[in-house]
């Protein structure tokens, strides 16, 4: 079975850290790139993070360049998500989805994990 499972999230203080954690099975993860989203309560999805299955080259939204850092391990086939100094706003579920290099298409996409940051 096909699947992306994410895992890691929870309540965090302001200023706390996070690592969030992606695990694929039934596919190799090192054939896609990667991605992380994040959708608030009436908010659209947007893009956090993605790294490239061939030479691990990494993308940060503006809003957390310099706070996270993505990671993957292909020999485990999960991919991280490492997230500091969290802010009130990263309050959010996060997704993370497998994309196909021919098509660009994020084929697979995980049941999500919520991320609350709060006092």
């Known amino acids: 079975q096909v699947q992306l499972v994410e895992s890691g999230g929870g309540l965090v203080q302001p200023g706390g850290s996070l690592r969030l954690s992606c695990a694929a099975s039934?596919?190799?993860?090192?054939?896609?790139?990667i991605g992380w989203f994040r959708q608030a309560p009436g908010k659209e999805r947007e893009g956090v993070s993605c790294?490239?299955?061939?030479?691990?080259?990494?993308y940060y939204a503006d809003s957390v360049k310099g706070r996270f850092t993505i990671s993957r391990d292909n020999a485990k086939n999960t991919v991280y998500l490492q997230m500091n100094s969290l802010k009130p706003e990263d309050t959010a579920t996060y997704y993370c989805?497998?994309?196909?290099?021919?098509?660009?298409?994020?084929?697979?996409w995980g049941q999500g994990t919520q991320v609350t940051v709060s006092s």
């Open positions: 989805a497998a994309q196909e290099v021919v098509t660009g298409l994020y084929k697979y």
């Open positions: 039934g596919f190799p993860l090192d054939d896609y790139a």
């Open positions: 790294i490239s299955s061939s030479d691990g080259s990494t």
